[in-house]
C-alpha cells in the first residue's frame, strides 16, 4: 500500500493547518489510522489516531487544539491543527495498520510532512 501525506507547511504561532493522508492499494479493511510526529533530536511520538470505528485517542499535548477524522470511501484520515505552537514543530507522518484480502495485518508508514510553526 502507498501512503500519500500532504499539507504540511509553515504557518504562525496561533495558526492552523490541515494534514491529509490517502492510502491506495489491495487494503482490504484498515484497522487503525494515525499521526506520529518527530521532532529534531526526538523520538517519533504518537500525536492521535482512530479506531475503524471512530474511536480517537490522543496524546496530551495536543487534546483540545488537534482533530483526527477519517474518511473510510477514501480510506483518508485528516488532522485538524489549531493554535499551532512553536513545539508543534515536526516532520509529522501517518501510519495505517490494516490487512489485506488474505486477513494479512500490515503497518505501514507515510513519507512524512514537515511542519514548521515559527513564534
Known amino acids: 500500500v502507498q501512503l500519500q501525506a500532504s499539507g504540511g507547511g509553515l504557518v504562525q504561532a496561533g495558526g492552523s493547518l490541515r494534514l491529509s493522508c490517502a492510502a491506495a492499494?489491495?487494503?482490504?479493511?484498515?484497522?487503525?489510522m494515525g499521526w506520529y510526529r518527530q521532532a529534531p533530536g526526538k523520538q517519533r511520538e504518537l500525536v492521535a489516531s482512530?479506531?475503524?470505528?471512530?474511536?480517537?485517542n490522543y496524546a496530551d499535548a495536543v487534546k483540545g487544539r488537534f482533530t483526527i477524522s477519517r474518511d473510510n470511501a477514501k480510506n483518508t484520515v485528516y488532522l485538524q491543527m489549531n493554535s499551532l505552537k512553536p513545539e508543534d514543530t515536526a516532520v509529522y507522518y501517518c501510519?495505517?495498520?490494516?490487512?489485506?484480502?488474505?486477513?494479512?495485518?500490515?503497518?505501514?508508514w507515510g513519507q512524512g510532512t514537515l511542519v514548521t510553526v515559527s513564534s
Open positions: 501510519n495505517l495498520l490494516w490487512s489485506d484480502y488474505k486477513r494479512q495485518l500490515f503497518d505501514s
Open positions: 492499494g489491495s487494503i482490504f479493511s484498515i484497522n487503525v
Open positions: 482512530i479506531a475503524s470505528g471512530g474511536s480517537t
